[in-house]
Nanobody, 122 residues
Framework: QVQLVESGGDLVQPGGSLRLSCAAS????????MAWYRQAPGKQRELVAS???????NYADSVKGRFTISGDFAKNTVYLQMNSLKPEDTAVYYC????????????????WGQGTQVTVSS
């Protein structure tokens, strides 16, 4: 069983900062990529940022320069540092992992955390 557990969501004022964490646990061979997605009420889930096990990062245009993703793949953990938060960043943030259960298996992107709520409001 593979589990992803997020933490760090909170209520914060505009301009504030938060740091989200996501830890993967269970039985698997390796993690290839970890990412943060978010879903606001009435909107589709969207990619916020991703990082590969080699350190390559990717960001949505809406968060570039404000959010930073980092990962410790030895600890199967990914972080999202969010600065200069705006009300439009309000959403449930989900962690996603692309991993291989066994050395011979194909990568599987279907692993999600339960989500953590981020609310930006004065």
């Amino acid at each position: 069983q593979v589990q992803l557990v997020e933490s760090g969501g909170d209520l914060v004022q505009p301009g504030g900062s938060l740091r989200l964490s996501c830890a993967a646990s269970g039985s698997f061979f390796s993690i290839l990529n970890m990412a943060w997605y978010r879903q606001a009420p009435g909107k589709q889930r969207e990619l916020v940022a991703s990082i590969t096990s080699r350190g390559t990062t990717n960001y949505a245009d809406s968060v570039k320069g404000r959010f930073t993703i980092s990962g410790d793949f030895a600890k199967n953990t990914v972080y999202l540092q969010m600065n200069s938060l705006k009300p439009e960043d309000t959403a449930v943030y989900y962690c996603n992992a692309v991993l291989k259960l066994y050395s011979w298996s194909l990568p599987n992107a279907g692993y999600w955390g339960q989500g953590t709520q981020v609310t930006v409001s004065s």
